[in-house]
C-alpha cells in the first residue's frame, strides 16, 4: 500500500494564513478594493483544508521570491 502524500509539506507550497475579520477588512482598506475583486481559491483546495475556511475567508499567502526574501498574496474562499 501506498504512503499518502501530504502535498502541504511540499517545498513549492507556500505558506497560507487565513485572516480574521479585522485584518481582512484591513487588507481590503488598504488595497482600496472588494472581496470581489480578489483572486479567488476553492475552499476544496488541499493548500488551505487545516485552516477550516468559510466562504468568504480571505487567505494571505506567503511566497518565497528569488527577486525577493518573500511576495504576499491574498485569495478569498469560494466554492467554485
Request: proline residues 6%; without cysteine; glycine residues 2%.
Amino acid at each position: 500500500m501506498a504512503e499518502e502524500f501530504d502535498i502541504k509539506k511540499h517545498s513549492f507550497v507556500p505558506v497560507h494564513i487565513k485572516l480574521t475579520e479585522e485584518e481582512a477588512q484591513k487588507v481590503l482598506e488598504e488595497f482600496n478594493v472588494t472581496k470581489d475583486e480578489i483572486p479567488k481559491i476553492l475552499i476544496s483546495d488541499p493548500a488551505i483544508e487545516n485552516l477550516k475556511p468559510d466562504y468568504g475567508d480571505l487567505i494571505k499567502i506567503i511566497r518565497k521570491s528569488p527577486t525577493n526574501t518573500e511576495s504576499t498574496f491574498f485569495r478569498v474562499v469560494v466554492n467554485g
